[in-house]
Each structure stands twice: as C-alpha cells, then as structure tokens.
C-alpha cells in the first residue's frame, strides 16, 4: 500500500507564493508518475500538474502555466509544487496523486493513490 502525506499549505495574500510537498511510502517512489490536482468548494477535482518517472516529462493545465512549477526529488520520495503569482481562484483543497505506471495526464481516475489533501487560500 502506497501512502501520500501532503504539506505546505496555508493562506497567503494575492500575488504570493507557496512550496507543496508530498511524501511517499510504501514502495519505491520512482516506479511512479506523480500529479497534483485540487478541488475547490462546490467544483469537480481538476488537474493541477504532474511529472513523469524522471524529472524530464512534466505537464500543466493552462492555467497555472508560467506560475506553478513541478518537481520531484526521488531520494527523498518527494514531489513538489511551486506555487508563484497566487491568485484567488486557486483557492482549493491541493490533492498528490500517483499512478503506478507511466500515465501523465489529466484523469482523475488513472491514479491509483491519493494522499488526503493540503488546504490552500489565496485572499485577494
């Protein structure tokens, strides 16, 4: 069983910025592509970004293109967001998913493991 513990969120004023991170467990970490997705009240889980098996395949919905950045360090079983130029609308509950295999893209339902979520609120 795969475990995603994910950190980093918090409140932060329009314009600013946030590191997530997400730890994993229970197998070895580089078997795995790894995505971040987030949910905001009332709205369906979406696509953030997500990052192959190296660190030379990543891939973002438009957007957060140019804002957010995703990376992994596969010493650490970690996988990160950088998060710059918050803006309100990325107000959301941030979800680390990893998909035990080669898959990339934007399904929710192509991951196999999530972790419980990161609350993070940008004020305008």
């Known amino acids: 069983q795969v475990q995603l513990v994910e950190s980093g969120g918090g409140l932060v004023q329009a314009g600013g910025s946030l590191r997530l991170s997400c730890v994993t467990s229970g197998r070895t970490f580089s078997s795995y592509s790894m995505g971040w997705f987030r949910q905001a009240p009332g709205k369906d889980r979406e696509f953030v970004a997500s990052?192959?098996?190296?660190?030379?395949?990543?891939y973002y919905t438009n957007s957060v293109k140019g804002r957010f950045t995703i990376s992994r360090d596969n010493a650490k079983n970690t996988v990160y967001l950088q998060m710059n130029s918050l803006k309100p609308e990325d107000t959301a509950l941030y979800y680390c998913?990893?998909?035990?295999?080669?898959?990339?893209?934007?399904?929710?339902?192509?991951?196999?493991?999530w972790g419980q979520g990161t609350q993070v609120t940008v004020s305008s």
């Open positions: 990052i192959g098996r190296s660190e030379s395949l990543t």
């Open positions: 998913a990893a998909n035990n295999g080669w898959y990339i893209g934007e399904s929710v339902h192509l991951y196999d493991y």
